[in-house]
């Protein structure tokens, strides 16, 4: 467990947190006026190793060796300047600060902190983390990693969950859910969407399917897999190519066939590392997801089409009303997409360049 101090004046600034992987969804910018709740879980923190906020430089600034240790492999049309490894915790864990009134900035609905650090130490006026509530974003506090430091406390040591364990008490994540708003003229309301956790992590697994395919075509499973990547997949890649074939693979799951190119495998949600198979000769690409969105797409939850006779059945669903469903085609977040592939080596080929750049440059707005 650690508190995090000011760099300033050792003033306790946090409740005890344990460390967890950044999730995927970390810097999405969901939609317009949505109300998006907490990042993190209570009593947990996370570390952000790339800068994030101002101040900006433009790619045509930025000295290509630079952008290559920063993990930069393509161009991007801004980079961060700002300090990066940031500490990224829920609201309700911050203690000992107040907010800046001249840092607030001109956001929307809250606090997107465009200017910079807008929570001080009360004990000694340090400029010490970032608040982040505005509407479209994921609601955290980000503490600076040059003016806050991390200290170990006394107290239980979380032990990373073993795969069995997440597979049987981890929490799947719906494909869909209602998203609620800010208000217009008639103040507060939802709508029914896909989730934004799914359009994220879609966006990230989308990128390492790309790498994974080698310019072939890939065939994902039937069901939910194919309503989030087929139709992104038979876009973005050849038809006229022998296909390449993912399968879903993790704890708890038959294991893959060995003909299988491609496993879509959980992220383990503490330690951020992806499920891989026992046997070390496996060859097939690991393409990360989030833990809660392996667990459906494993475990779909079932509804019937059409209406049932007679008594209702213990174990069915009821079909009055159907299931909500959104109102257009699912898809990948676009700039989680564009983030992940830039930092992948592979995108220095010739034809992963082809599509970063008509993704960049071209109207893809129907798929991305």
Partial sequence: MFV???AGCGARLTTPLSQVALPVHARQKYGNGAQLPVLMQAGTFAVDPDPWGGPWRMWDEIDPDGAEARGICAPVRALSDGTPGASVIAPGDIRGTRLIPEQLGGACCGLDGADGPNLACEACDLPAATRVDDCSLWQAVRLSADTVHRIPVDGPRPVPLSWAELAEQGEETPLF???STWGGPLGPSHYWSWSPRWE???????AHLLVASRGQSVKVPDGAAADVFQRALDTLLPSDTPKRRAVLAGPGHPSPDADADILLVPL????GRAWGPEDPAASAYLVPLPLGVWLWLVSPQPYLPVPVSGRMPQDVLRDDPLPLLPNQLFRPDRATFQNTLVRLPAVRSPWMGAILDHL?????TLLL
């Fill in 4 to 6: 995090f101090t000011c």
């Fill in 177 to 179: 859910e209602p998203i």
């Fill in 360 to 364: 960049t440059h071209g109207t893809s």
């Fill in 268 to 271: 383990h949600p503490q330690t």
């Fill in 200 to 206: 994220a992590a879609a966006g990230h697994a989308l």
